[in-house]
């Protein structure tokens, strides 16, 4: 379905791969692992045909279905409905069908009206089909078990968050999928890139169940432990420190115990080893001091580094970002308040009469099911986007800090030093080179295009713009998404030990447990209470 031939994959000068063949067969359910900036998203969007490599060639012959981390839409304008549905080309057959009926109801020549009626039937015909009415009720039923609303089919792309637009691109990928040729199996080669991202926990719970049934092939990145577990039955794992990939033909419980098992081999054998060529060392430079020993000294030395040269590399633990965020600047008791907030898109009313005063060092989670405008609410404070009524008014020395979800407060075409440096103008050079390098960001990857960076290296990069500030409040859209376990632990801490106020939207129940909030703030009603626990499972599901 897809092979891979001597593949070579760089970024900027780094080798990322070198000389890898790869092949993905139906049935395989391949999880691609390895720490943030490996280079996982490169290798799926070069599979998918989306990038060039280095060196080396890429053939498919099947169907691709291809989920990036972050979506890039073409007509913003296309109905929701529209864009699952042109999956299987049903859209525009839609489309001219409803203009038939219109012509069919509307015109008062019989000749005229006639051939409408004709051209009807023809389209119905073909509509009919291509799976017709039983696809766009499976259509409905995908976009449902991902959490979208039947109220949001009819609605631009443009009027959706980009947690919605990219559930719907899930859908279209799905929906493809979903469709089974005469041997009765899908011929759909899914690569997906973080799909678990913006879910909430039944409709991550659905889509477990549809991998594990999906016959076509399946390479997927992830984080999530449990999807991985349950779906995956091969693992490709890309070792950043030697541009190499290892392919286990095991499923993802037993590749971590035999990882686990192998690693403490590997630990064992090496210090066993070094013992006996310390001892053997010692040995020969007692023997250096005669000479008529010079010679057996040498070949002991020799021996010595043999012992260790010929063992198994030991791998080495992966660098992690050391992510702190900033001591807050002085300000008032109250940096921020809101008063009256409501926003709607078109005729979807998202919110309204939102009332919120953040004080200084508070800790606040905004929760509501998917849609209920968290994203929304998180822009219109951090003054991304205007309120259709109400208003934000800042307090003394108030000082913004905002991650955005989908990474809006990055310029993609701009590298990873004119971000920074965007984002602090006033710092010293020097000490934002340090800044970065804590971020594990240096040498030619300062010049790459921030658009080129990994979700998580984005994620990285957005976090060190923040530490660069002096905020004292901070804004955090679903901050650990795309995170290697290891940098999200960062992240948690950074949480955990941050003095300013913060207002948090996250599925992450540890994020919310590490920022130990007072207040809750539930949407769309806007309904202000104090943190107990048993708003905790509330977080999964929202």
Not at 107 to 118: E, G, K
Not at 268 to 286: C, G, I, V, Y
Request: proline share 4%; glycine share 8%.
């Amino acid at each position: 379905m897809i092979t891979a031939n001597d593949l070579e994959l760089r970024a900027g000068a780094r080798v990322l791969l070198a000389d890898v063949t790869l092949r993905v067969q139906p049935g395989d359910r391949i999880g691609l692992i390895g720490r943030n900036g490996a280079g996982k998203t490169t290798t799926l969007r070069v599979l998918a045909g989306e990038g060039d490599p280095h060196a080396g060639e890429v053939r498919s012959s099947s169907e691709l279905g291809y989920l990036p981390q972050d979506p890039r839409e073409g007509d913003l304008s296309v109905p929701a409905k529209d864009r699952v549905l042109s999956a299987r080309g049903l859209d525009s057959l839609l489309r001219d069908m409803e203009k038939a009926q219109s012509a069919m109801s509307e015109l008062v020549d019989p000749v005229a009206r006639d051939r409408a009626i004709r051209r009807y039937g023809k389209l119905e015909e073909r509509f009919a089909g291509l799976g017709g009415y039983a696809a766009e009720s499976e259509a409905a039923r995908i976009c449902a078990n991902l959490g979208l609303e039947a109220r949001l089919f009819d609605l631009p792309l443009r009027n959706l968050s980009g947690g919605q637009r990219r559930r719907v691109e899930l859908a279209r990928i799905l929906f493809a999928a979903s469709d089974v040729g005469a041997n009765g199996k899908s011929d759909t080669t899914l690569l997906l890139d973080e799909p678990t991202n913006h879910l909430d926990a039944d409709s991550i719970t659905w889509l477990r169940g549809f991998l594990q049934n999906h016959d076509g092939g399946l390479v997927v990145i992830s984080h999530d432990v449990e999807l991985l577990e349950a779906v995956v039955n091969k693992v490709w794992f890309l070792d950043a420190t030697r541009g190499e990939l290892d392919s286990y033909n095991m499923g993802w419980r037993r590749y971590v115990d035999a990882r686990a098992t192998d690693e403490q081999r590997r630990r064992r054998e090496r210090a066993n080893a070094e013992k006996k060529a310390a001892a053997l060392m010692a040995q020969a430079d007692k023997m250096r001091a005669k000479a008529t020993k010079a010679v057996a000294a040498q070949n002991m030395a020799r021996r010595a580094e043999k012992l260790v040269a010929d063992l198994d590399e030991v791998r080495q633990d992966d660098k992690v970002a050391k992510i702190r965020f900033p001591a807050p600047a002085t300000c008032g008791k109250t940096p921020l308040t809101a008063e009256g907030l409501s926003k709607s898109y078109g005729s979807l009313e998202v919110f309204s009469g939102v009332d919120l005063a953040i004080d200084r060092g508070s800790r606040v989670v905004v929760l509501g099911l998917n849609g209920a405008g968290k994203t929304t609410l998180l822009r219109l404070l951090a003054g991304q986007e205007t309120a259709d009524a109400g208003k934000v008014v800042p307090g003394y020395g108030f000082q913004l800090g905002y991650y955005a979800q989908e990474h809006e407060t990055l310029d993609h075409e701009a590298s990873v030093w004119h971000n920074i440096r965007h984002a602090a103008p006033d710092t010293p050079e020097q000490q934002l080179r340090t800044l970065l390098g804590s971020f594990l960001f240096s040498g030619e990857q300062l010049n790459q295009p921030a658009g080129t960076l990994s979700g998580g290296e984005k994620t990285r990069l957005a976090l060190a713009g923040l530490v660069s500030s002096a905020a004292n409040v901070l804004f955090l859209d679903e901050p650990t998404n795309n995170l290697d376990p290891a940098s999200r632990e960062q992240v948690l801490s950074a949480l955990r030990s941050y003095t300013g106020a913060v207002v948090l939207v996250t599925h992450d129940p540890g994020a919310v447990e590490a920022l130990a909030p007072e207040r809750v703030i539930l949407l769309p009603d806007g309904t202000e209470d104090h943190w107990s626990k048993d708003y905790l499972e509330l977080v999964q599901l929202a």
